[in-house]
């Protein structure tokens, strides 16, 4: 979108691959003598007069080549942003003041924290739904503006029924917004469901290695996509270029890095679940998952977070996270690299989240190696009651 999207005949030549082809063919330069199989990283703040880009803030090569490989995967036009979260606050910036937003009671602490803030400052009303809970959404949803939706949701990992919310969204004009950052295009594709926008923190599995922060927004509606580019435009909320091209060759890997952290983190799911210092295990891949029919009826995966909650409360969960050897003791997820932390370190996590919740990011190691330092910090956690 900022310079030029991909032409016609790129999209189309590109949608006859499935998406495992696509995070690798699409975003490349057109294959002329001597162009770079990769876009070059284009470090210019400006450009010569009169052209379509005008100024580093409004457009960059790098950004349209890592915008249409997204665009390929989420099937909308799409924008990059600096950060997940400033894909979220264009998206929140531009409904009007007092609009109704219905939205997770649950989800990612920023997020939640953004609706907080335009909830006490009266920009807007927000009315909090159990999202995986489809009866109360439909209700809550007649008279809103907008439906935002985690899902699977940060951390708790509900699952909530896409096709259903997102059609009875739209067939009574409510715009739907769903932050795609936990399941990833290749499991879900919301915009194909009738969703106005999709939203990703491409920090997360997009990049995939923990060493870029940056987000993304795609639509298929232009009007839509050009309030949100305005948006980027005057807040300055742009992505570096070098970033952007890092982002772009961590996407070329995103299919093989999503099978394989897939796998492990169902195995582990499954080891944890029979673990003596687990309680409860979260994670919609499994088959005792109050999630896992309607994970199973839409999506293509369960993703590669796995959430539990750990004997012994908040010390024994502690004291697990900063145990183990190979696992990083870390916030984020969507890296190659398994992190874990304990949520409610943070003051913002949820109050519904149990706060002895520990959010395992899975990332695509060893299974085996990955289970024995697991197990072993677990064990050792739960010497803290003795
Ligand atoms: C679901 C979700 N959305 C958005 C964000 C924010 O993304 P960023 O850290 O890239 O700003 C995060 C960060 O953890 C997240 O988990």
């Known amino acids: 979108m900022s310079t030029d999207q991909p032409a016609n005949a790129e999209r189309d030549y590109l949608s006859s691959f499935t998406a495992h082809t696509r ?21 210019n703040s400006t450009f010569i007069a009169p052209g379509s880009v005008g100024y580093g803030r409004y457009g960059n090569q790098t950004w349209s080549a890592l915008e249409s490989a997204i665009e390929s995967l989420e099937g909308g ?11 979220i606050s264009a998206v929140l ?42 009866q109360e959404v439909l209700a809550e949803i007649k008279g809103a503006m907008l439906l935002w939706i985690e899902s699977p949701t940060n951390p708790a990992l509900e699952v909530a029924d896409l096709p259903t919310i997102i059609a009875a969204a739209k067939s009574i004009n409510v715009g739907v917004a769903v932050d795609n950052t936990f399941a990833t295009p290749l499991v879900q594709t919301p915009l194909a469901m009738g969703a106005d926008v999709v939203i990703h923190s491409l920090t997360k599995y997009i990049s995939g290695h923990s060493d870029v922060i940056l987000g993304s927004i795609s639509t298929n509606d232009d009007a839509l996509l050009n309030r949100l580019n305005d948006a980027r435009k005057m807040a300055g909320a742009i992505p ?25 983190a169902l195995e582990l799911a499954i080891r944890l679940s029979s673990h003596p210092a687990v309680e409860k295990v979260r994670y919609p891949g499994l088959a005792t998952d109050p999630h896992h029919a309607m994970a199973k009826s839409f999506m293509k995966g369960f993703g590669a977070v796995v959430s539990f909650d750990v004997k012994g409360g908040a010390q024994a969960a502690d004291l697990a996270c900063e145990s183990s050897e190979l696992v990083a003791f870390a916030t984020s997820l969507g890296g190659v690299e398994s992190l874990w932390e304990r949520r409610h370190r943070w003051s913002a996590e ?33 010497t803290f009651q003795k």
Do not use: C
């Open 77 to 87: 036009k799409t924008l990059v942003f600096a950060s997940g979260m400033a894909a």
């Open 93 to 134: 910036s531009i409904l009007p003041k007092g609009a109704v937003i219905v939205a997770s009671r649950n989800g990612y602490t920023g997020t939640m924290t953004l609706l907080k803030r335009a909830q006490e400052s009266g920009h807007a009303e927000v009315r909090y739904v159990d999202i995986a809970n489809t």
């Open 240 to 264: 570096g270029p070098f970033e952007v091209w890092i982002a772009l060759r961590g996407l070329r890997t995103l299919a093989l890095r999503m099978d394989r952290a897939q796998s492990n």
């Open 23 to 43: 995070v690798v063919a699409a975003g490349r330069p057109a294959r002329e003598s001597d162009a770079g199989v990769n876009p070059s990283i284009d470090l």
């Open 350 to 382: 949820s109050p519904t989240i149990p706060t002895n919740l520990i959010r395992l990011s899975v990332g695509i190691e060893d299974v085996d190696d990955l289970w024995r330092d697991i197990d072993a910090a677990l064990t050792k956690s739960q």
